[in-house]
Nanobody, 119 residues
Framework: VQLVESGGGSVQAGGSLKLSCTIS????????MGWFRQAPGKEHELVSS???????AYDDSVKGRFTISQDTAKDTLYLQMNNLKVEDTAKYHC??????????????WGQGTQVSVSS
């Protein structure tokens, strides 16, 4: 399985970026996909997720600013990030939530793309 993120960069506060994650080589049934981020010295956190039925979820810190979407034909996941804040600075990873007999777990991570927001 290969997940490749792109679209990160450096922007000023208030700016926008759109992250993409292309997925290949996966065959196991999924429960969903998501975006995680980790800033230096902070916990790895789930920013947003989208289930196979299209249901989306967001961390409170990004609600109203970030939008997750997917193109199933291209097997690509996106994260539109608007009104970026300095505290959004982190490395962003996409991940697959895979279905197992016992439930769903987050597996198969990408290498990540850096987002840096300056004031």
């Amino acid at each position: 399985v290969q997940l490749v993120e792109s679209g990160g960069g450096s922007v000023q506060a208030g700016g926008s970026l759109k992250l993409s994650c292309t997925i290949s080589g996966t065959t196991r049934r999924r429960c969903g996909m998501g975006w995680f981020r980790q800033a230096p010295g902070k916990e790895h956190e789930l920013v947003s997720s989208i289930s196979t039925d299209g249901t989306t979820a967001y961390d409170d810190s990004v609600k109203g600013r970030f939008t997750i979407s997917q193109d199933t034909a291209k097997d690509t996941l996106y994260l539109q990030m608007n009104n970026l804040k300095v505290e959004d600075t982190a490395k962003y990873h996409c991940a697959l939530q895979l279905a197992w007999a016992t439930g769903c777990t987050w597996n198969d991570w990408g290498q990540g793309t850096q987002v840096s927001v300056s004031s």
